[in-house]
Structures are given as C-alpha cells and as structure tokens.
C-alpha cells in the first residue's frame, strides 16, 4: 500500500511538472497556458519571444502579455501604442484586436474602450461620442498626442457587443486604447491601460 501511494504522488508531481511551463523572462506561465508543446494545454497558446510573454490574435498581431490571474482565469495584454505623431493603432493593417472563436479565450468586461479618429458615421452609434467622454481625456494627454481634435468615443465591453473583437478600420475609426476595471471619477492618472482577456477552464462544462 505504501509503494502505491509514493507512486501515485511521484506521478501527480510528475504531471504537475509537465504542465507547469517555464518562466518566460521574469514572468510565470501557469496552467493551462502553454509556450511550448511539452506544457500547458495547446488550446492555451502563448509565446515567448525574446523573454517577452505575448498573445498572437486571429490576425496574425502580437500583444505583450502584461499580467495573468489564474485564480480567475484572465490575463491583460497591452493595447498597441498608438504611433507616434499620427492617430494609427499598429494592427490597423488586421482590423484591430481580433479573437479566433474557436479557442477559449475573450474579451472580459471590465475593458473600457476608446475608439479615435472616428469618421462621423459613427455617431449613429450608441456609443458615447460627447464632449463629456472619456476619450477627451485620453486625447488631452501625453499618450493620446496625435488624436487631438479628433472625433472619439468610449463604450464599456459588454455582452451586447462582440466579446472577440475591437475593430478599426479606415473609413471608421483609426485607433483605439483600453483602461481595464475603470473606476467611476477615477482620474487619468490612474487608469490601468490593457485589453482584459478571459478564458474558460479546461474541461469546463
């Protein structure tokens, strides 16, 4: 009886080792997601480029992975900067932030979204486009430099709205940011900026 529980311990430390990844630079990669085939579980995909933890989208983009919650199955990756002097996201060229349906991950409801650069067709929208929104904010600081003057709005993600993409285009709107669990009167300076990202547990029914 005593060899068959040391064997059955030997085996779940041995399982637990496989598919705990390694740390990718100083940040862990804990169960289920995987940066190698020998870890993790395929479906939970990242990769670790250069010691950079980073989450590939539909389209082929990389985004940095910021922060991970096990405990609550969610991850933040960082919104793209917008580039210098202009008011273009990089992934602009991939439609923004897009999510393959197939796999277990979207987009949580705690981002607060702000689109920029918007053509005016969008005011049809029932997304907040006024002078009180909070992409003004955004536009007025240093961040937000090139959007100046421009026509933003801001939508809080929920399930009414596609919990797998975050679109622009041109002819729409050109950029966008996100702060993730915005507070009510929260001031700019404490806005935590990323794209809050939610999986389902493996096996989960």
């Known amino acids: 009886m005593l060899h068959l529980i040391v064997f059955v311990l030997a085996l779940v430390s041995h399982v637990s080792a496989f598919d705990a990844c390694p ?27 250069n010691g950079v933890l980073e989450f ?10 910021l922060s991970i919650n096990p ?9 793209p900067f ?22 277990p ?23 907040n486009c006024s002078s009180n929104s909070l992409c003004r904010q955004f536009e007025a600081a240093e961040e937000g430099d090139g959007c100046q003057g421009t026509l933003c709005c801001h939508y809080l993600k929920d399930s009414a709205m596609t919990s797998h993409r975050i679109r622009v285009r041109v002819g ?5 940011t996100s702060v993730v669990d915005m507070k009510p009167g929260e001031s700019i300076d404490m806005w935590h900026y990323g794209v809050e990202l939610q999986w389902v547990p493996p096996n989960s029914s």
């Open 105 to 127: 991950f979207n987009i949580s409801t705690r981002n607060t979204v702000m689109l920029l650069n918007c053509s005016s067709s969008i005011l049809s929208s029932p997304l």
């Open 23 to 49: 740390k990718c630079g100083g940040m862990e990669v804990p169960y289920p997601l995987s940066t190698r085939d020998d870890c993790g579980e395929p479906r939970y995909k990242t990769y670790c480029n």
């Open 71 to 79: 405990a609550e199955h969610r991850l933040i990756i960082s919104p």
């Open 172 to 176: 729409g709107c050109t950029a966008y």
């Open 82 to 103: 917008i580039l210098e002097n202009t008011c273009y996201s990089p992934d602009l060229p991939e439609g923004g932030l897009q999510l393959d349906e197939n796999l």
């Open 56 to 65: 590939l989208s539909a389209a082929g983009f990389y985004y940095q992975i």
